[in-house]
């Protein structure tokens, strides 16, 4: 073989290999969880860190660590467009971890909002099994509960920041309560007991 044809030659394996290398990502999923795992999805100007009381609460009654997920949203002012992204890439993640093939998402006031446009928009439809609203801004996105999702949605007539006319949906699992403020939702030992037997449901 001439110099020239070994290069050539050479240069294709080395570079065949590069290109498989790169391209390889072992997979991270482990076995898969006990529980279809949960997401988190905070409101305007919160954080992950909104859904601490809820998450123990879960951990007291069976849930583990490696099954509750809570997201910190790009948009603080609840953009729709970023936050669904956002949102799109972190379940991808909890299913490649947890190995399961759908999650639950529990979304806080816009985070509501926020988790039906990643479902009605980013193809959340085929990776969420149960949406649960806390005061959620539902109605800024959609009516009507999207199909092949189990939605619940949790409002207060105590709210005073989003009205419960905003958290009903068509179609969804709509549960009144009263005596809890916006921000008690997430707060609530009575909301946390509604909320695990939606997901238990």
């Excluded at 290069?7 to 570079?15: E, P, R, V, W």
């Amino acid at each position: 073989m001439k110099r020239s044809k070994w290069f050539a030659a050479l240069f294709l394996s080395i570079t065949m290999m590069v290109t498989v290398a790169v391209g390889y990502k072992p997979s991270e999923a482990s076995a898969a969880t006990a529980r279809t795992p949960v997401v988190f999805v905070h409101g305007l100007s919160g954080s992950d860190t909104n859904f601490s009381y809820i998450k123990r609460y879960l951990l007291s009654q069976g849930w583990t660590s490696n099954e509750l997920y809570a997201i910190d949203l790009p948009s603080k002012q609840g953009n729709q467009l970023l936050n669904s992204a956002a949102i799109e890439n972190f379940v991808d993640d909890v299913l490649a971890r947890t190995g399961h093939s759908e999650v639950h998402l529990i979304g806080h006031s816009m985070g509501g909002a926020n988790s039906l446009y990643y479902i009605l928009n980013r193809g959340g439809a085929a990776k969420v099994d149960k949406l649960i609203t806390l005061g959620g801004a539902n109605r800024l996105t959609t009516s009507y509960a999207p199909a092949g999702v189990d939605v619940t949605s949790i409002y207060s007539t105590s709210d005073t920041i989003v009205s419960p006319s905003l958290s009903r949906l068509y179609g969804a699992n709509n549960i009144q309560i009263s005596g809890v403020s916006h921000v008690g939702l997430i707060f609530s030992s009575y909301v946390n007991s509604l909320v695990k037997a939606a997901l238990l449901e």
